[in-house]
């Protein structure tokens, strides 16, 4: 197949951990990749946003990368980037008009809108995943939320225009039928984890049964959702243990960033700071040996379309406790990968993590469980394969729809 994917603002060679680049950007990259793998020819279409940036990009895995312009060739906030999708859709649709497409995967709401019109005149059956839903955010922030007004109404038009849903976990597909999404036109297909870079360490390997204080990993963006308030106020009732950070920007600029001065205060305020190390930016290739230095790793935010990082941390081995929210409710098996807690709750967290890190036999357990899940249920070469099979079945149902309604005439 030939196969145009479209991600706006979440390029697959952005670097992680910035305010808007992180799991999807990891999601279109490996997913790419391995349909590369499997034969077929992958473009993804994203936004130019700096004017040094060619045309075009091979990565390494096959892949290319096309960079669209739309809009100034700057890093420019994702909530401000709507205006900009006209020109974005036009642009597709000339490029498509000249190199046919046997499917489209648009990747988050904008990018939806921009390859629907786009495929319009070609009749190009898009799929698409929503990676987050503005229902969800919404509930969630409230006032906080900097969303476009319309995000939502634009949504539920994605949801019925688009040829097919691919949902992420079968949470999103809950709210996708609220928002009018019809019965039997979404498929949950997770995000995966690259199996062949996240992995256990070796017998005899690196380990952190014996090390005191206990060490805690968080990794994400530096923005309030993602929970950081909430695991450092649990880390003043969990003595005996360090809370390691990592995510934001890099290290050396941390002490300009507005949500590590946020936590660095709580932390000053309830006597931990001396147990906070705030990492910054890690390189994605350094993230393994980061995972498994960790006795355990915290993943609490109070919403999240799936979350990668809980994928990553059991692939490595390490148990996780994590919210009861999005798609850490299919990932985390509860009691036998790690433990599920209420989303900012403090108080329950401190709890459990206290009974998990006095108990190396259960972190031993919920790990290697964890590695088996990892490696058996999210590796990208599954996933690769189950999204060629939503893609083969939509280009199918297309046909026959046109088919029929040719005949019909």
Same mark, same amino acid.
């Given at each position: 197949?030939?196969?145009?994917?479209?991600? @706006?603002?979440?390029?697959?060679?952005?670097?992680?951990?910035?305010?808007?680049?992180?799991?999807?950007?990891?999601?279109?990259?490996?997913?790419? #990749?391995?349909?590369?793998?499997?034969?077929?020819?992958?473009?993804?279409?994203?936004?130019?946003?700096?004017?040094?940036?060619?045309?075009?990009?091979?990565?390494?895995?096959?892949?290319?990368?096309?960079?669209?312009?739309?809009?100034?060739?700057?890093?420019?906030?994702?909530?401000?980037?709507?205006?900009?999708?006209?020109?974005?859709?036009?642009?597709?649709? *000339?490029?498509?008009?000249?190199?046919?497409?046997?499917?489209?995967?648009?990747?988050?709401?904008?990018?939806?809108?921009?390859?629907?019109?786009?495929? =319009?005149?070609?009749?190009?059956?898009?799929?698409?995943?929503?990676?987050?839903?503005?229902?969800?955010?919404?509930?969630?922030?409230?006032?906080?939320?900097?969303?476009?007004?319309?995000?939502?109404?634009?949504?539920?038009?994605?949801?019925?225009?688009?040829?097919?849903?691919?949902?992420?976990?079968?949470? =999103?597909?809950?709210?996708?039928? /609220?928002? *009018?999404?019809?019965?039997?036109?979404?498929?949950?297909?997770?995000?995966?984890?690259?199996?062949?870079?996240?992995? &256990?360490?070796?017998?005899?390997?690196?380990?952190?049964?014996?090390?005191?204080?206990?060490?805690?990993?968080?990794?994400?963006?530096?923005?309030?959702?993602?929970?950081? /308030?909430?695991?450092?106020?649990?880390?003043?009732?969990?003595?005996?243990? @360090?809370?390691?950070?990592?995510?934001?920007?890099?290290?050396?600029?941390?002490?300009?960033?507005?949500?590590?001065?946020?936590?660095?205060?709580?932390?000053?305020?309830?006597?931990?700071?001396?147990?906070?190390?705030?990492?910054?930016?890690?390189?994605?290739?350094?993230?393994?040996?980061?995972?498994? #230095?960790?006795?355990?790793?915290?993943?609490? &935010?109070?919403? =999240?379309?799936?979350?990668?990082?809980?994928?990553?941390?059991?692939?490595?081995?390490?148990?996780?406790?994590?919210?009861?929210?999005?798609?850490?409710?299919?990932?985390?098996?509860? *009691?036998?990968?790690?433990?599920?807690?209420?989303?900012?709750?403090?108080?329950?967290?401190?709890?459990?993590?206290?009974?998990?890190?006095?108990?190396?036999?259960?972190?031993?357990?919920?790990?290697?469980?964890?590695?088996?899940?990892?490696?058996?249920?999210?590796?990208? /070469?599954?996933?690769?394969?189950?999204? @060629?099979?939503?893609?083969?079945?939509?280009?199918?149902?297309?046909?026959?729809?046109?088919?029929?309604?040719?005949?019909?005439?």
């Amino acid at each position: 197949m030939r196969i145009a994917m479209v991600s @706006e603002h979440a390029s697959p060679l952005a670097a992680l951990g910035g305010v808007d680049s992180g799991g999807q950007n990891v999601h279109v990259a490996a997913l790419a #990749s391995h349909l590369v793998r499997r034969g077929h020819e992958v473009i993804v279409f994203t936004r130019r946003d700096d004017p040094d940036s060619p045309w075009r990009v091979t990565a390494e895995p096959g892949y290319q990368v096309e960079h669209v312009p739309a809009g100034p060739p700057t890093d420019v906030p994702k909530d401000s980037l709507p205006r900009h999708m006209p020109d974005f859709a036009r642009h597709l649709a *000339g490029r498509w008009s000249r190199a046919r497409y046997d499917v489209v995967h648009t990747h988050f709401w904008m990018s939806g809108l921009a390859g629907l019109a786009a495929a =319009e005149s070609s009749g190009t059956p898009v799929v698409h995943t929503f990676h987050a839903l503005g229902t969800v955010k919404q509930r969630h922030q409230g006032t906080a939320d900097t969303s476009p007004p319309d995000r939502i109404d634009l949504e539920r038009r994605i949801c019925l225009r688009a040829d097919h849903i691919i949902a992420t976990c079968t949470d =999103e597909v809950n709210e996708l039928m /609220a928002m *009018g999404m019809p019965e039997h036109h979404a498929t949950v297909i997770p995000c995966g984890v690259d199996t062949d870079l996240f992995r &256990p360490a070796p017998p005899n390997g690196s380990g952190s049964a014996c090390r005191e204080p206990k060490r805690l990993l968080m990794v994400g963006r530096l923005v309030p959702r993602k929970g950081g /308030a909430e695991a450092v106020r649990a880390l003043a009732r969990v003595p005996d243990a @360090e809370l390691l950070i990592a995510g934001g920007p890099l290290a050396d600029a941390l002490s300009a960033d507005p949500e590590a001065r946020r936590l660095r205060g709580i932390a000053e305020a309830n006597g931990t700071a001396d147990r906070v190390r705030f990492l910054g930016r890690v390189a994605h290739v350094r993230m393994p040996d980061l995972f498994r #230095s960790a006795d355990a790793v915290v993943s609490v &935010p109070w919403y =999240e379309p799936f979350g990668i990082v809980p994928l990553e941390a059991m692939a490595c081995g390490r148990p996780v406790v994590g919210s009861a929210v999005g798609g850490m409710l299919d990932t985390i098996l509860p *009691g036998i990968t790690g433990d599920l807690v209420r989303p900012r709750d403090p108080e329950q967290l401190a709890l459990v993590l206290r009974h998990l890190l006095a108990d190396g036999g259960r972190r031993a357990a919920y790990g290697r469980a964890g590695v088996r899940r990892a490696h058996g249920t999210y590796h990208w /070469a599954r996933i690769a394969k189950e999204t @060629e099979r939503v893609y083969a079945y939509t280009v199918d149902h297309k046909l026959t729809a046109s088919a029929t309604g040719v005949a019909a005439r």
